[in-house]
Every structure is written in structure tokens, then in C-alpha cells.
């Protein structure tokens, strides 16, 4: 019976099997089953309170600080259940990067900033400065800051612009390799033109990486993922293509959504 089943799921990234999560006796998720399939941009549209980030934090086990929040079910990072006793924090990490609402640089130099994950997980083994610099040109390139910021990169991160601060947090991720990258309104902080233009780098993104965005954003999600999912009150109500999620919802409630009836 191994076929078809076992195919489909080793082409997920992600897959969430009945996930309830609960903050004390508050329950935030409601029996989540998703397959989030790899090298696309999946979008996670919903009225705010919905469970977004709560979904997002679960994936790179942020919530798991709050001592307070209790779970059940299962997730699968590329196959493997990140709850698993066996599995190391350090290596869920590594394989997935989160993005923020805000840009949230460190207060120490651009350089510094893109080296920071790398060095963490590449502890015991020094690079040395030519691969460092390299490391610091390829990442930078990626999220089209480089030439930019090429001639200070010993300036403090924080004196950028929102829109370049957000682009680092981006590039500073990408040393580290992950396969899977969150985001959580990545453009929520920014002006319109600073969305445009973190927005266009996700889209260049593309295909190099398994991308899951949270936006409030209805034309963002529209034009920026192939595929979509709307959560309502904790529940996945709908996950499909995007194209026909905006053109011929299956449910009601997904319709009211995309057609701002509500929050
Ligand atoms: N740290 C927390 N402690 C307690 N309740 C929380 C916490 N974070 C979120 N919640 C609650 O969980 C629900 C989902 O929140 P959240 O995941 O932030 O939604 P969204 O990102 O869709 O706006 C909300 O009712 C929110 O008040
Ligand atoms: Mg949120």
C-alpha cells in the first residue's frame, strides 16, 4: 500500500496532523490537518485572532517558551515529528527561519547581523574571514541590499531603513540553509513602497525554498502564492490553489473573508 499516500507526504515540508494547541485552558488551534508542500509559497490569510502566528510559532516550537502552552498532535518538519523527545531544538531551527511583524535586527553591525545564525550553527568550526565575507556577499545579494549597504557594513543594522532592516532579517537567515522559511506579516511594518519591494523579494524567492506567509494583505496573498489558506476562529476552513481559492471559494465563510464582510 506504500504508493501514492507516502509520496504525497514526503512532498510536504510540513504537515500538521490533528494540532490542538491550548494557552492555559484557552484553545487557540482546533485539530489542524495541513500538508504544506514544498518549494512553493503557501499564504495564510484569516481575520486577526484567527490562529496565524500561533500556527506559525508552533512550526519552529517558539510557542513551547511560554510555559503555559500545551499541545496535542503532531507536526512533521520534512518527515519528522519536531515534538519528538529525540528531536533538538537547535536543529529545528536550522532548518526552518522566521520572519516577524517587525524588523527585529540585532543592535550590532550588518555584517554581524547576517553572520549571527551562521555562526551559532556552525559552532566548533570556524569559518574563516574570505568565506565569511562571501557568506555575507551571497545573502545580501539575495535580498538585493548588497549593493546597497556594500561600502557600511560595519553601520548598526538598526540605523537602516524598515524596509532594509526587514530584508536583513531575511538575508541573515539564509547562511544557515533552512528549507522552510515563516512568515509571519512580513510587510505589516513597512510603508507601500518598502511593501513592494520585500514583497517582490519573496516572489524572487521562489522555488529556492518552501515559504508559508501570513498576510493581511488580500492582493499580497494573491499575487504572491501558489497556494492559500483561510483560518477562522482556530480551524482551517479552506487550503487550495490560490487562483481558485480567490475565484470560486468552497466555503461561505472564505468568501465573506476575500470579500472584507469581515474583519
Ligand atoms: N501568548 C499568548 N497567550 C495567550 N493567548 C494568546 C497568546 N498569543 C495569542 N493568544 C490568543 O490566541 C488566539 C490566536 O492568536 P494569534 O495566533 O495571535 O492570531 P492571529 O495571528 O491570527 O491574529 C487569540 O485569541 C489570541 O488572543
Ligand atoms: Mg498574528
Not at 484567527?50 to 507536526?75: A, D, Q
Not at 553572520?115 to 565569511?132: D, M, Q, V, W
Not at 529556492?208 to 499575487?223: E, F
Request: glycine letters at 8%; aromatic letters at 6%; charged letters at 25%.
Amino acid at each position: 500500500m506504500a504508493g501514492q499516500a507516502d509520496r504525497q507526504a514526503a512532498e510536504l515540508a510540513i504537515r500538521t496532523q490533528k494540532l490542538n494547541l491550548w494557552y492555559g485552558t484557552f484553545q487557540a488551534l482546533f485539530n489542524i490537518d495541513l500538508g504544506i508542500k514544498q518549494g512553493i509559497i503557501t499564504s495564510m490569510i484569516g481575520p486577526s485572532g484567527c490562529g496565524k502566528s500561533t500556527f506559525l510559532r508552533s512550526v519552529n516550537r517558539i510557542n513551547e517558551r511560554l510555559g503555559y502552552v500545551r499541545i496535542s498532535g503532531s507536526i512533521d518538519v520534512m518527515g519528522e515529528n519536531i515534538y519528538d523527545p529525540g528531536v533538538e531544538l537547535v536543529q529545528v531551527r536550522k532548518q526552518i527561519g522566521m520572519v516577524f511583524q517587525r524588523p527585529n535586527p540585532l543592535p550590532i553591525s550588518i555584517r554581524e547581523n547576517v553572520l549571527f545564525g551562521h555562526r551559532i550553527h556552525t559552532a566548533g568550526r570556524k569559518s574563516s574571514k574570505n568565506e565569511e565575507d562571501d557568506i555575507v556577499e551571497d545573502a545580501l545579494k539575495t535580498v538585493l541590499l548588497w549593493d546597497k549597504v556594500k561600502d557600511r557594513l560595519d553601520r548598526k543594522a538598526t540605523a537602516l531603513s524598515l524596509e532594509e532592516q526587514q530584508k536583513l532579517c531575511i538575508a541573515r537567515l539564509l547562511p544557515v540553509k533552512p528549507g522552510i522559511l515563516l512568515m509571519d506579516e512580513p510587510c505589516s511594518a513597512l510603508d507601500p513602497k518598502g511593501t513592494e519591494a520585500v514583497e517582490e523579494l519573496i516572489w524572487e524567492l521562489r522555488g529556492r525554498y518552501t515559504i508559508l506567509i501570513v498576510t493581511h494583505n488580500m492582493a499580497q496573498a494573491r499575487r504572491a502564492s501558489e497556494e492559500c489558506i483561510f483560518m477562522l476562529m482556530g480551524k482551517v476552513v479552506e487550503h487550495t490553489e490560490t487562483g481558485e481559492m480567490f475565484v470560486t471559494p468552497r466555503h461561505k465563510e472564505t468568501a465573506d473573508y476575500i470579500e472584507g464582510r469581515y474583519g
